[in-house]
């Protein structure tokens, strides 16, 4: 029953992520089936999964689009909007994380700014010149013209488009965003269902929740083994002997299972060699062009 219970998550999670992309490419004036929906983002899976930071899982996402014959600015609005939906919900989970995991945080917030004043302000004003600065360099690059002109023109009308999309498709998509990292959060909870003395719901939820987005800052795929260890150590709930079991199979129903799908499809897609080639984005320099 347990096992039913973590892939029917998985298939919800999987099914209003499709949605969420046919949204937004239908908010861009054009329409995605939804078997292309569904495989492009088994790419975006694979990819995240595999490349530091999850920084290969938008130009996966950006590559499926294409395959379904959309124009380069239309899946850029595309990807723009679902983004768009997705961060202020990524904010919310953070901010309800901090809540959670350091209660008296108010009370840690005001004895720092007591006890630190001008090094910090230092630190914030210089924080905040490199930012300005970043943003002028780019300004000056484009100005240049080291960016190319068309590639200019694309994210200008990706980036006005984007601004124009209504309201209620961003609420939409954000409340899809909702239902997916909760469906995934739910896995470990749904797991563990009918075993003797489980972790407490809230413990389990907001633990998993942690972990499944700790690649985002974690500077290795997938983690890098970061997360196995807090989850043995207790961090999502103490399974007793079954520790590991409960990693194995939290592991296999929300990273692999997907990343095996996700790199079946893309190899058959666009081939071995193209596929190791964006499974590299991040590692670094690049030792060869994608065919």
């Not at 994380?97 to 910090?120: K, M, Q, S, T």
């Not at 980036?159 to 998509?173: E, M, S």
């Amino acid at each position: 029953m347990s096992h039913l219970l973590a892939l029917g998550l998985l298939g919800v999670d999987c099914l209003v992520r499709a949605w969420r992309i046919q949204l937004a490419v239908w908010t861009a004036g054009r329409r995605l089936s939804f078997s292309d929906a569904f495989r492009l983002n088994l790419y975006g899976e694979a990819a995240s999964q595999l490349t530091p930071n999850r920084l290969g899982g938008e130009p996966a996402r950006f590559l499926g689009l294409a395959e379904a014959r959309l124009r380069p600015v239309t899946a850029l609005v595309a990807i723009g909007v679902e983004v768009a939906a997705e961060w202020p919900v990524f904010v919310i989970a953070a901010a309800a994380l901090v809540a959670y995991y350091v209660p008296d945080w108010r009370d840690a917030a005001r004895i720092w700014l007591h006890r630190h004043r001008a090094g910090e302000l230092v630190t914030v004003e210089i924080v905040a010149l490199l930012v300005l600065l970043v943003i002028y360099l780019l300004q000056r690059l484009v100005r240049s013209g080291m960016v190319r002109h068309r590639v200019r023109r694309q994210w200008r009308v990706a980036w006005a488009h984007v601004q124009r999309a209504p309201r209620w498709a961003l609420g939409a998509g954000a409340l899809l965003t909702v239902v997916s990292v909760a469906a995934r959060a739910l896995v470990l909870p749904a797991l563990s269902w009918g075993l003797p003395d489980q972790p407490a719901f809230h413990q389990m939820f907001f633990g998993s929740l942690a972990l499944l987005h700790a690649p985002l800052v974690v500077p290795l795929p997938s983690g890098g083994g970061g997360l196995e260890v807090a989850f043995l150590n207790g961090f999502a709930g103490d399974f007793g002997a079954r520790q590991v079991t409960m990693l194995l199979w939290w592991r296999f129903y929300t990273a692999i299972l997907l990343t095996v799908l996700g790199v079946f499809a893309l190899v058959r897609s666009v081939g071995y060699h193209a596929a190791v080639q964006l499974f590299k984005i991040g590692w670094g320099k690049r030792t060869g062009d994608m065919p």
